[in-house]
Nanobody, 125 residues
Framework: QARLEESGGGLVQAGGSLRLSCTGS????????MSWFRQAPGKGREFVAG????????HYADSVKGRFTISRDNAKNTMYLQMNSLKPEDTAVYYC??????????????????WGQGTQVTVSS
């Protein structure tokens, strides 16, 4: 059974950094467009960053542009999110997602067929 699993979340002070990983199993995700989403308490899920199948195209939400970097290693079936200069408003559960029907980037969560279980990121002020 194909699945995605996130890791790397935790508690960090404002201004700090974290690196999230999303590892796939059960199938190769190397041809899929993939993205990171997040959901803060009491808020809806929002797009954070996306990457095309080859890694050649990336797209970021304005709120994280310049601070977060998305990347992938298809040989390892893994996607990453490097998060720098973290702010308390970045506190959320972060999810990775894969779109088996597109090699590009979609910002709508309903597009994605595969989701991880989420990893908590908490940024203290």
């Amino acid at each position: 059974q194909a699945r995605l699993e996130e890791s790397g979340g935790g508690l960090v002070q404002a201004g700090g950094s974290l690196r999230l990983s999303c590892t796939g199993s059960g199938r190769t995700f190397s041809s899929d467009g993939m993205s990171w989403f997040r959901q803060a308490p009491g808020k809806g899920r929002e797009f954070v960053a996306g990457i095309s199948w080859s890694g050649g195209v990336t797209h970021y939400a304005d709120s994280v542009k310049g601070r977060f970097t998305i990347s992938r290693d298809n040989a390892k079936n893994t996607m990453y999110l490097q998060m720098n200069s973290l702010k308390p408003e970045d506190t959320a559960v972060y999810y990775c997602a894969a779109d088996a029907f597109s090699q590009g980037i979609a910002t709508m969560g309903t597009t994605y067929e595969y989701w991880g279980q989420g990893t908590q990121v908490t940024v203290s002020s």
